[in-house]
């Protein structure tokens, strides 16, 4: 199992958003290559990097991203989601040192991108992410609700060649109040590697979800509050 610290960029600094709220943000950082470097520090060998204000529309933070890649400097590979919509978003991502990408609205608005990203790259080099208010799928940074359901997407995209779901429960995120372990497995048991995300809140999710066989967990809120120590969450990897 993995292990991938969050940093979530709006506006260029680090910021957590509480249930996709924009209006519910906190800043913990604001320079986000400093705040990479210190996961790397701690021995991060993943982080997951998601630009909120392309996902939400609002522009973007190409730059901070690509500087955070070049700390990394392949020692510490870089997943990058939010906004990534054409398949030019795609291959300028995973051009400028990205080791995966993670789709999500274009995997439900626009599929074909979805399996022309797989057949172009690599299944290593892209994920969907599968973003769920009520079992129903959640679009546009969080904004807009689909008619597909959370494992009527997942079978679906699977079938296309994606071997890796990044899954979270909306109603959890940035609310340290415990994964949607019942989800993850639903969508494990359909044969895919499960990315948690939201809701982790203590070193014993993490636990529980390498028990339970998951492919990885995102922590956000719960590194930049304390209530997870990074190099523990590391150690229960090995």
Request: glycine content about 14%.
């Amino acid at each position: 199992m993995d292990i991938y610290p969050a940093i979530d960029l709006r506006g260029g600094r680090v910021v957590r958003l509480s249930q996709g709220d924009a209006a519910r943000e906190t800043v913990y950082a604001d320079d986000p290559v400093a705040q990479a470097r210190a996961f790397i520090d701690q021995g991060a060998t993943w982080l997951h990097v998601v630009d909120l204000d392309r996902a939400f529309g609002t522009g973007d933070n190409l730059e901070a991203v690509r500087s955070i890649i070049a700390a990394a400097g392949g020692a510490t590979r870089i997943q990058c989601g939010g906004g990534f919509r054409t398949a030019e978003a795609i291959a300028s991502a995973l051009g400028a040192g990205a080791a995966r990408v993670v789709i999500g609205t274009a995997a439900v608005t626009d599929p074909d991108v979805v399996a022309a990203a797989v057949k172009r790259h690599g299944q290593g080099s892209v994920a969907v992410g599968l973003d769920a208010r009520g079992g129903m799928i959640a679009l546009r940074g969080w904004t807009e609700q689909s008619s597909e359901t959370l494992v009527g997407a997942a079978t679906r995209v699977i079938g296309q060649g994606i071997l890796t779901l990044v899954y979270t429960d909306i109603s959890r995120d940035g609310m340290l109040s415990g994964p949607d372990f019942d989800g993850c497995g639903k969508l494990a048991s359909l044969g895919a590697d499960v990315i948690l995300s939201g809701g982790v809140a203590s070193i014993s999710d993490v636990r529980t979800a390498r028990q339970a066989g998951l492919a990885g967990v995102i922590l956000g809120r719960a590194l930049y509050e304390g209530t997870v120590d990074l190099r523990r969450a590391m150690a229960l990897t090995k």
